[in-house]
């Protein structure tokens, strides 16, 4: 089974993610910088983390305990042919070369249909070989897609999703409440780079970090498909990363690699809230002049009956 149906029922046979009634602790990826600069050296009593405004008590995670699977999601379709698919396997190389022997990685691609070429393991050069694998065609499903891979469970690490489009979306069914509510579901981190950019002077902010990294000046509008992306990236913690070309790609995803290595992952057990429901999260330091990009909202879905 192939396309939207076959990762559909792949992501219906499996538990949903971390944030269950039935699951106790929440984590939180956390980024924190000064003048653009990561910070290091942070331990729990650094942070603060308010679930639904009520404090919480938060643990730091040694990362070294915690390996990240990364999930490669890339446009494929008839657009990305020629030169730009020579930029698009750089780029992906790049990404994969710069993870640990811990972690994993998982490919995806789509173009009006979505096909999983690797699931998550350390088999770096599977993942690779089946880059090479990849011929463009087509149109572009990609709410379609990003739904199902916030939806699905990847592998054994913390999920970062990173997901490349070239263009609007032009083929799928699912509609954008689908996604928004998908990344509130989900566990992972999403990244999103794109061509289409946004109402910024730079095209590629150094401070991916800050509160509001791509605001825009007063008469300025992004548009609709963009918020879309940006939002659903910005709920889980990451961000919408434009790109002024597709020959670009590489220094983006070596840039949301190195993000990704630079974050806090904290774990705490909600206390002082009902556990099922909409959760609002926010994440400080006490220090000052640092910047501080962590998840937004969660859901609690209720558990299903026996």
């Known amino acids: 089974m192939t396309g939207l149906v076959g990762l559909l029922a792949l992501v219906l046979a499996q538990e949903p993610p971390v944030f269950r009634a039935q699951v106790e602790l929440v984590y939180v990826d956390v980024f924190v910088t000064k003048k653009d600069a990561p910070v290091s050296g942070l331990e729990a009593a650094d942070f603060r983390v308010e679930d639904n405004g009520v404090a919480q008590r938060a643990e730091v995670v040694d990362r070294r305990l915690v390996p990240t699977t990364a999930v490669l999601v890339l446009d494929t379709s008839a657009s990305i042919a020629g030169g730009n698919l020579v930029h698009l396997r750089e780029a992906a190389r790049v990404f994969l070369a710069g993870l640990s022997e811990r972690d ?76 928004l509510e998908a990344a509130r579901e989900s566990s992972a981190l999403l990244h999103i780079v794109g061509t289409e950019s946004l109402p910024t002077p730079s095209p590629l902010r150094s401070n ?77 330091v006490r220090r000052r002049g640092v910047e501080v990009r962590a998840r937004q909202e969660y859901t609690v879905s209720a558990a299903p009956p026996p």
């Not at 918020?227 to 990363?241: C, I, P, Q, S």
């Open 208 to 284: 991916l970090f800050a509160s509001e990294p791509f605001a825009s000046g007063p008469e300025e509008m992004e548009s609709g498909y963009v918020y879309l992306l940006r939002r659903a990236a910005e709920t889980t913690g990451g961000a919408y990363w434009p790109v002024e070309s597709i020959a670009s790609l590489p220094a983006a995803f070596l840039r949301i690699l190195e993000a990704a290595n630079a974050r806090y992952v904290l774990r705490y057990e909600p206390t002082g809230v009902p556990r099922v429901g909409h959760h609002r999260l926010k994440v400080s």
């Open 104 to 179: 994993e990685a998982a490919l995806v691609t789509f173009n009006e249909k979505l096909q999983l070429r690797e699931d998550a393991s350390r088999d770096l050069a599977a993942v690779g070989a089946a880059l090479d694998r990849v011929r463009p065609r087509g149109g572009t499903a990609l709410i379609d897609t990003l739904y199902v891979c916030l939806k699905r469970r990847w592998g054994t690490g913390r999920p970062l999703v990173v997901l490349f489009t070239d263009g609007q979306d032009s083929a799928s069914w699912l509609d954008n409440e689908d996604v």
